[in-house]
């Protein structure tokens, strides 16, 4: 289980508060869309949550552990247990979408895997099995550098997957792709979540949020508007965000 009680941050020299005590209790398993204006502080939220920004106060408690108390062991469990996805993911740009899956995010692959590009045949199949049902299948073999911003965001989700990431952070995964495209890919994290407890917290458009998450948070100003199970929003919740 996953717990963040009063998280907040401020940045800045006038440390202007982006996120306002935050708080929620999350399962494994849930697929949560994250909603809200521009500058309502969905990025930082996942930022915070990958700990690559620093908390100003509150508490998160990820499997018992004390993550913000617990320092750098903290922090390292959550950057090899999680996989945060930013807008522009980071690729290796010469190499092939199969081998970004497979070599994985420098930090999280032994230096000899990445020297020697030496992977084991169930690692090859489960990377192709990802890159299908991302609907990159035909992209397997394609420079990383050759790729669009939406191909590069799957591949890069495909590499989360493939490496095993226990948490999915994805800041605005979709953004850029066709809606046929960007169904499913949705519908790949949500049976991931379903199939294999994942957990996926991602920035996503309204509309989308309806109609794959499982649990939707509204964002306005820093706060939780509301959080409440995925469905349509009504207009009054709209009108919150
Ligand atoms: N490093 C920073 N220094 C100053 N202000 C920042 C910094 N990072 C974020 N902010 C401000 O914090 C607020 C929230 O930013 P954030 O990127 O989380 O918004 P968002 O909801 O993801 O917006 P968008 O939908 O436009 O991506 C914004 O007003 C932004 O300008």
Request: no cysteine.
């Given at each position: 289980m996953i717990r963040v009680e009063g998280l907040s941050k401020s940045v800045g020299a006038d440390r202007?508060?982006?996120?306002?005590d935050i708080q929620f209790d999350m399962q494994q398993g849930e697929m949560i869309g994250v909603v809200g204006s521009s500058g309502s502080g969905k990025s930082m939220l996942l930022k915070c949550l990958a700990m690559m920004e620093k908390w100003d106060s509150g508490r998160f408690t990820v499997d018992g552990a004390e993550i913000i108390k617990e320092g750098w062991s903290g922090k390292r469990k959550i950057k090899r247990e999680w996989a945060y996805l930013e807008q522009n993911p980071q690729l290796y740009?010469?190499?092939?979408a199969l081998k970004n899956v497979l070599i994985g995010r420098s930090g999280q692959t032994p230096l000899w895997r990445m020297v020697t590009g030496m992977v084991r045949s169930d690692d090859y199949m489960g990377a192709m099995d990802y890159l299908e049902g991302l609907g990159l299948l035909d992209k397997?073999?394609?420079?990383?550098?050759?790729?669009?911003g939406g191909e590069k965001q799957r591949v890069a989700i495909a590499r989360a997957l493939a490496h095993g990431a226990k948490v999915v952070l994805a800041d605005?995964?979709?953004?850029?792709?066709d809606p046929h495209t960007a169904d499913t890919v949705l519908e790949t994290l949500r049976k991931l979540c379903e199939e294999e407890r994942a957990t996926v917290i991602a920035v996503l458009p309204i509309e989308m949020a309806e109609k794959h998450a499982t649990r939707i948070w509204g964002l306005a100003g820093g706060k939780i508007a509301f959080d409440i199970r995925g469905r349509r929003l009504t207009q009054q919740e709209k009108n919150m965000i």
């Open positions: 202007v508060p982006v996120l306002r740009p010469r190499r092939t397997a073999h394609q420079t990383a550098e050759k790729l669009s605005e995964p979709v953004i850029g792709l």
